[in-house]
């Protein structure tokens, strides 16, 4: 049985030798093997059940190493690896072509970009050093399910046995996806949202980022084309002031349906006096902040598949800092089911 612990140096050992650790980062469990190894990252695949067409980002504990599996990045990208490393930030850059042309993608193929992270989070910084190699990770999920922001996520996702160990560092602290950001351009483009915002990165390199996560757009991370972050029962996301929200809830919430709702205390304060008569939803609160908003939203999502609700309503927030990755997330969660309230 797959069983979480605190023992870095069996983790590194375990990478070392060519099996899967999974760890945390500041932004979600990551699932760690080395990255040079062909069959260590086709077990990643395997285990992760991955299309071999998405990239794994390679984690790396010094930001010089980055000049091991890049020649010659953009002046933006130092200063954005100055500024944001270690953190919640993965540049995507040309690969060196003296590496193999497979690293940083399925041993089967060829990829000629290649994207990097240095986390922040002491345990993970620790892991990466003692296992004196690039640390493939993904999250740290099986494809489809939401990334895992607590080790017992990994555990109910894992319990399959086909991965070795899982460190275990409690709640992460960002709990949504690094910013993924394209720098082997002239001009920085944000494939994925997260923590660092475009309006940071601006600050930061003096360019604004194009970003191309819209739903609008085709999809230019690969992995950002496929299923994800999605809970059991399908969600709907709720655009709309409080008291639109709770209105809705009220008027549309199907009394025959084990209902989970995903609001704030303020809607639902509301939504009390809208609905005497409904039987009493699954609440799970959303906070206050968009940091704690953030947080949780992972954990909320899998507790309503613990809950075994048959459909949840899941209230907007709003779109500043950290608030467009979270709406991302929600959107993609929501597969499209978007109301105005
Ligand atoms: O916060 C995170 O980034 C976590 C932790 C563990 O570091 N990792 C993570 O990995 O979210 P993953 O594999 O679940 O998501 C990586 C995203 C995918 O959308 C993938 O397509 C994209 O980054 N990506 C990776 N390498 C790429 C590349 N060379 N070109 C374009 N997109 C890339
Ligand atoms: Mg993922």
Redesign the pocket.
Known sequence: MLRGGIDIKKAAAIITRGGIAA?P????????GDATNPKAVAQIYNAKG?PGD????L?IADPDDLYKLTDSPPAYAKALSDAFWPG?L?M??N?KLDLPTWL??HPSGT?????I?M?SHPI?LELIRVSGCFVA?????KAGTP?PTKAEHVIADFADGSIDYVLDGGLVE?G???T?V?VTGSTPII??P?AITAHMIAKVTGIMPQGSFSSKTAP?????KYRHYAPKAPMTLLVGNDSDIAKYISLYIDKNKKTGLLITADVEALFDSFNNNSPTPYLLPLGHTQEIIAQNLYDNLRQFDRLGVDIIYAQAPNEEGIGTAILDRMKKAAEGRVIHA
Not at 220 to 224: D, E, F
């Open positions: 760890f980062t500041e932004t979600v469990y990551g699932l760690g991955r998405n990239p794994l980002i984690h919640p993965t995507v850059f690969k940083g993608g990829t000629k970009t290649i994207g992270r986390p993970a990770a993904p999250s740290a999920n990334s960002v949504v996806e690094s993924v394209d494939l994925r997260g230019r991370a690969p992995g950002m």
